[in-house]
């Protein structure tokens, strides 16, 4: 079974402009949730996606959004970045109904400059 | 407001040794869930546990053991006769208890680095 997967692995953008972000959730899983390590703010979370629809958000403002597709493939954004939002970004994935396993993927290395 | 403290920033154990992974939580609401994650040098987490405050039975899954005490507001990790592949950043997490299967807003503690040296 293949696991999770985040594309792209590292991505360096410049200040002001938006970045997309991809998560692949494992076959039959309909939850993907999404998370930001810093060094600073360690590890926060971002939202939760469950059959196309926003389950649970994070205390983050309004430049991070979010969508999941009918295939339950994910995908996060963030418009106008600022340095602050380098950071290793992580999807994870779990059939999304109870007191499953989650399943993370390698994540995404964002820099800022 | 919820919040998690892990007081032990670094720990370093010689393997063979069992070691005990503090975790403290802040929660106003009644019931919620319980986390334990690990993070190893390469980065990717791994998810070790999920645990509502429903039940507070200890639980063990082969060297690991989970304490959780409602009434210390605790949710200790107890690795038995640690080894090297041990060694990673553990993080515990808070959540609401949510109808469902709902994640919920997830809270992280800061960490603890585990060494575990041969």
């Known amino acids: 079974k293949a696991g999770v997967t985040q594309t792209p692995r590292y991505l360096i953008k410049t200040r002001g402009q938006q970045v997309t972000l991809s998560c692949s959730p494992i076959?039959?899983?309909?939850?993907v949730s999404w998370y930001q390590q810093t060094p600073g703010q360690g590890l926060q979370f971002l939202f939760e996606y469950f059959s196309e629809t926003q389950r649970n958000k994070g205390n983050f403002p309004g430049r991070f959004s979010g969508r999941q597709f009918s295939n339950s493939r994910s995908e996060m954004n963030v418009s106008t970045l600022e340095l602050g939002d380098s950071a290793l970004y992580l999807c994870?994935?779990?059939?999304?109904?109870?007191?499953?396993?989650?399943?993370f993927g390698p994540g995404t290395r964002l820099l800022v400059l | 407001a919820q919040k998690v403290t892990q007081a032990q920033t670094e720990i370093s154990v010689v393997e063979k040794e069992d070691v005990t992974l503090d975790c403290v939580y802040e929660?106003?609401?009644?019931?919620?869930?319980l986390f334990w994650y690990k993070q190893p040098p390469s980065g990717e987490l791994v998810f070790l546990i999920r645990?509502?405050?429903?039940?507070?039975q200890n639980e063990i899954s082969g060297r690991y053991s989970w304490n959780f005490q409602k009434s210390t507001s605790s949710f200790n990790f107890t690795i038995t006769a640690s080894q090297v592949v041990d060694s990673a950043v553990y993080f515990c997490a808070l959540s609401e208890f949510t109808y469902g299967g709902s994640q919920g807003n997830l809270i992280f503690g800061k960490g603890t680095k585990l060494s575990v040296k041969p």
């Open positions: 076959s039959g899983h309909r939850s």
């Open positions: 929660t106003r609401d009644t019931t919620y869930y």
């Open positions: 645990r509502n405050s429903f039940d507070e």
């Open positions: 994870a994935s779990e059939v999304g109904f109870g007191l499953e396993t989650q399943y």
